[in-house]
């Protein structure tokens, strides 16, 4: 794995969150990226991808917005066609308002561990200190990139109304 920034997130989580569920995870989303920028987390990744890491984006921008002086900066991975594949229109509009509104956007065809969404990800772990999760279904939770994540030290902080596997922070319903 690669050098760890301790001042780094990132997220991960479904791409389709329930409707009632968008609420309490925009709060709890909030509630976090504050608890981290108290720890000292100044750089938050998000790809964009329609779902909670889209969620996840909107809640930086919008500490941002409150906090214009903490120094927090958000850096955008756009998502690749296939991810934002059949997407409604809004989705598609909210993430070209996070390109322009994103610190600093890595461009995958400069960055080429950023095209595919497994080595993306990788890539994330191998760049942070933390992960702030919100997957639906249990065998999610344990998906390959969270163990890959784990294995390398980095701090796993599950929103998810499932149970996480031991060794994650967890923020349940």
Not at 33 to 55: K, Q
Not at 81 to 110: F, H, N, S
Request: aromatic fraction near 8%; charged fraction near 30%.
């Amino acid at each position: 794995m690669g050098m760890k920034e301790r001042n780094r997130c990132f997220f991960v989580g479904d791409q389709d969150l329930p409707a009632y569920r968008i609420k309490t995870t925009r709060q709890r989303l909030e509630e976090t990226v504050d608890s981290l920028v108290r720890e000292g987390v100044r750089c938050f990744f998000a790809s964009g991808i329609p779902g909670f890491e889209l969620l996840a984006a909107e809640a930086v921008i919008r500490y941002r917005m409150r906090h214009p002086d903490a120094g927090v900066q958000l850096v955008f991975i756009p998502p690749g066609k296939g991810e934002t594949a059949g997407r409604p229109q809004e989705d598609l509009e909210k993430i070209g308002a996070l390109r322009e509104t994103a610190d600093q956007v890595l461009d995958p065809a400069l960055y080429p561990e950023l095209a595919r969404p497994d080595t993306r990800r990788c890539w994330l772990a191998d760049h942070s200190m933390a992960c702030v999760t919100y997957f639906s279904h249990l065998r999610d939770c344990n998906s390959d990139i969270i163990c890959y994540a784990r294995l390398g030290g980095v701090r796993v902080i599950h929103l998810g109304k499932s149970a996480p596997e031991q060794g994650t922070d967890s923020k349940r319903d």
